[in-house]
């Protein structure tokens, strides 16, 4: 989210219905931007564990069990804006803005339901290169097809 509190990007890997995900965001969105930068990143709330951390204008959020180690979702957190800076080169907001299937891409390949896939960012940089592409070879394919 971002530091005026609009969700950039949104993954959920429980089942909620959209009027019960509007209510969580509208819930946890003030508890995290509200908190002064000294305190810790976790919060308790609810049922769950929130665990967040701001880059730049954004905050990265999960919501957690609470038994969950809060050390290693900051970590994950961590790995996905590293694996971000690689793609976009020092990720900003609007590049999730207008670039947000790619970064849904990127957290697909990081994590499934919930939990590290791929640790390795070099891995993930490949992967999402071959996906590249990909796009391009069916891109020109399409232009191709076109004909005079």
């Not at 931007?33 to 709330?45: A, E, G, I, Q, T």
């Not at 339901?113 to 592409?133: F, H, M, T």
Request: hydrophobic share 40%.
């Amino acid at each position: 989210m971002s530091r005026q509190g609009k969700v950039r990007l949104a993954k959920w890997y429980s089942t909620y219905s959209q009027k019960e995900r509007a209510r969580v965001v509208k819930e946890t969105t003030p508890l995290v931007l509200s908190r002064p930068l000294k305190l810790c990143n976790f919060v308790d709330w609810k049922n769950l564990k929130l665990v967040y951390k701001r880059y730049a204008s954004l905050y990265f959020v999960c919501g957690v069990d609470p038994s969950d180690n809060e050390l290693l979702v900051l970590e994950t957190i961590h790995h996905f804006v590293e694996v971000l800076d690689m793609y976009f080169g020092n990720v900003c907001e609007l590049d999730l803005i207008f670039n947000f299937h790619k970064a849904y891409y990127i957290l697909d390949e990081l994590l499934i339901a919930g939990e590290l896939q791929e640790p390795s960012k070099r891995a993930i940089s490949r992967v999402i290169e071959a996906q590249d592409q990909l796009v391009e070879q069916a891109k020109d394919g399409a232009d191709g097809d076109a004909g005079p």
